[in-house]
């Protein structure tokens, strides 16, 4: 599979996890895509951000959780520009394997603290 092809496939799945929740959205902007309840971004998917050469997945965690998983994992998970600072981790997308159970856990996570209480309810 050609690398192009592993990212729209790795977009893909991303994009089935993010829109099976509760009155989620997607909005593309380039290379890259936001993932919305009610017009809140709960997830970015970026492909070389900034020309970092990094395709993740970055989402909203608990308080401390962002230095937490980078410590544990540093090849992993990082700290992305602008958004980190405001509690958010970016999880690698482009590494040989991805724990997709490990995304869809870290998206629901980030769409727990975004979403509204009614769509919340939904889940």
Same mark, same amino acid.
């Given at each position: 599979? &050609?690398?192009?092809?592993? &990212?729209?496939?790795?977009?893909?799945?991303? &994009?089935?996890?993010? *829109?099976?929740? @509760? !009155?989620?959205?997607? !909005?593309?902007?380039?290379?890259? $895509?936001?993932? *919305?309840?009610?017009?809140? +971004?709960?997830?970015?998917?970026? #492909?070389n951000h900034h020309g970092d050469e990094i395709i993740s997945v970055?989402? =909203? +965690?608990? @308080?401390?959780? #962002?230095?937490?998983?980078?410590?544990? #994992? @540093? #090849?992993?998970?990082?700290? %992305?520009?602008?958004?980190?600072?405001?509690?958010? +981790?970016?999880?690698? *997308?482009d590494l040989p394997t991805v724990d997709w159970a490990e995304v869809?856990?870290?998206?629901?996570?980030?769409?727990?603290?975004?979403? %509204? =209480?009614?769509? *919340? $309810?939904?889940?």
């Amino acid at each position: 599979m &050609t690398s192009a092809a592993k &990212t729209r496939e790795r977009l893909a799945k991303l &994009t089935h996890i993010s *829109l099976a929740l @509760p !009155e989620a959205s997607r !909005e593309d902007q380039g290379d890259h $895509a936001s993932f *919305l309840i009610r017009k809140r +971004v709960f997830a970015y998917y970026l #492909n070389n951000h900034h020309g970092d050469e990094i395709i993740s997945v970055c989402c =909203k +965690v608990l @308080p401390g959780d #962002n230095q937490r998983l980078i410590e544990a #994992n @540093p #090849n992993k998970f990082y700290f %992305p520009a602008y958004i980190g600072p405001r509690g958010w +981790v970016g999880l690698r *997308l482009d590494l040989p394997t991805v724990d997709w159970a490990e995304v869809k856990e870290l998206v629901r996570g980030s769409y727990a603290q975004i979403a %509204p =209480k009614k769509p *919340l $309810a939904l889940l």
